[in-house]
């Protein structure tokens, strides 16, 4: 079971997550309505509700958004990769319940991190790939460990970290200060991952997997300009990196003064 901290911060992100800022913004509508207040309150958190919903639900502010978290991560050439012994790959979410299969247990972006990362191996074999990362239930990259063992694959697994910087403190014990080692994760995550790995005095190479600002390229096409769920949810996840590395930038700033 997660400790109170990490739940609460979870829970205090999803506050500002624009979808639910939509909903308490409608919400003091409502009341104000109950309550008669003045209507000019009210028209102006109407307004700026259905404002940020489109906003967030049409491709152009989760364009702007995640390609300004993405644009500096280019894919690393096969010469800079060869020089590197240590891959490790930062899972996203992975499920628990007894119930799922292995091959259920994992997001779309887990997967995509892991299967990038296990092309890298099979090309290098001799590299030492590191899958770090928990879940809420418990055991996380374990079970990544095993879907590759079941494809043949060596990997090993940290199970512990339920976070970005606990994953980096973990990193810490297995790979030397200073010591290169390539950062597996996906694009719009990878600031954030850098940032805080080298907080811990590690030197992470970006090695960035599933770009998101393609998916919502703004088109010339009529039906962009409606708004569509999969638009929500990418302007969240930025809304969640700009957030959380804003936190961890504070954080640091006001522990060096």
């Given at each position: ?81 060869s020089?590197i ?43 030492k ?25 060596k ?16 990193v ?11 950062l ?74």
């Amino acid at each position: 079971m997660p400790d109170l901290t990490f739940l609460l911060k979870k829970i205090i992100l999803y506050l500002f997550y624009p979808s639910t800022l939509i909903f308490l913004f409608l919400l003091a509508v409502s009341i104000y309505v109950l309550l008669g207040k003045r209507r000019g309150r009210r028209r102006f958190l109407l307004f700026l509700a259905i404002f940020l919903y489109y906003l967030s639900t049409t491709p152009f502010l989760p364009y702007f958004l995640l390609k300004n978290l993405e644009k500096d991560y280019p894919i690393p050439s096969e010469e800079e990769l060869s020089k590197i012994k240590n891959l490790v790959v930062l899972t996203g979410r992975i499920y628990g319940d007894p119930g799922l299969s292995l091959e259920e247990r994992f997001s779309r972006e887990t997967l995509i991190r892991f299967l990038v990362a296990l092309e890298i191996k099979k090309k290098y074999p001799e590299k030492k790939l590191w899958i770090v990362g928990g879940s809420f239930e418990g055991k996380g990259a374990g079970y990544l460990q095993e879907l590759a063992e079941k494809w043949g694959v060596k990997v090993e697994a940290l199970d512990t970290p339920l976070d970005t910087l606990r994953s980096a403190k973990e990193v810490k014990k297995i790979i030397p200060p200073g010591e290169p080692f390539y950062l597996l994760t996906s694009a719009y995550h990878l600031p954030r991952a850098i940032f805080l790995f080298k907080k811990e005095g590690l030197n992470p190479l970006p090695y960035p997997t599933n770009y998101n600002y393609p998916l919502c390229k703004p088109s010339r096409l009529f039906l962009y300009i409606f708004p569509h769920d999969l638009y929500l949810n990418l302007t969240n996840l930025a809304f969640q990196e700009y957030l959380a590395l804003t936190y961890y930038k504070i954080k640091y700033f006001i522990k060096r003064t």
